[in-house]
């Protein structure tokens, strides 16, 4: 679905937006971003790293499960750390899950993968994944540039419009 919404003219995706926010109250905007949410999902999951992820929280309930009513801006995504890290799994004996030995060394293991694992992850695995479906898939010219942020993860920031390029300069 989001790669047909891509290949629409600047005109049909607002047309689409405003009948979609007509029949769900919803803002033409936060529709259009839970689309880029979808599609974002779909490209890391179809990714070779995928199936090391878990979607959790509150939009995991409400996408996936359909257990809650909500439309929330934001996807919780978790890495198995043992792929993530298997330096600091890699002494956990064979069918045994790695745990860290004591609180402090669960601490440690936290702020090392917090601190450099994490963001070198972001930066040379999923942010290229995203950022070459969008370009792959999408659209020709790419619609948002993808940022990596340490702290918060991959963003997404839409490129303007022209008209709202426009907006903003007048």
């Known amino acids: 679905m989001p790669e047909s919404y891509f290949r629409l003219s600047a005109r049909d995706k607002s047309d689409a937006l405003n009948a979609a926010s007509a029949v769900s109250g919803r803002p033409p905007h936060l529709l259009e971003k839970d689309i880029w ?5 779909t490209a890391l ?10 979607f959790k929280g509150g939009t995991a309930l409400s996408k996936a499960y359909n257990v809650i009513r ?3 801006e934001d996807v919780d995504l978790t890495y198995d750390i043992r792929a993530l890290a298997p ?5 956990a004996p064979e069918g045994v899950d790695a745990i860290p030995p004591s609180r402090s060394q669960e601490k440690k293991w936290s702020a090392g993968i917090r601190r450099e694992l994490l963001p070198a992850w972001l930066r040379d695995h999923a942010h290229p994944v995203v950022e070459a479906a969008q370009v792959g898939k999408a659209t020709k010219k790419p619609a948002a540039s993808v940022k990596t942020d340490t702290k918060k993860g991959i963003g ?3 490129t303007p419009t022209k008209a709202a390029s426009k907006r903003k300069t007048a």
């Open 37 to 41: 949410v979808v599609w974002s999902l």
């Open 45 to 54: 999951f179809e990714s070779q790293f995928g199936s090391h992820l878990v």
């Open 70 to 72: 909500r439309f929330s």
């Open 87 to 91: 330096q600091l799994v890699g002494n």
């Open 156 to 158: 997404l920031v839409k």
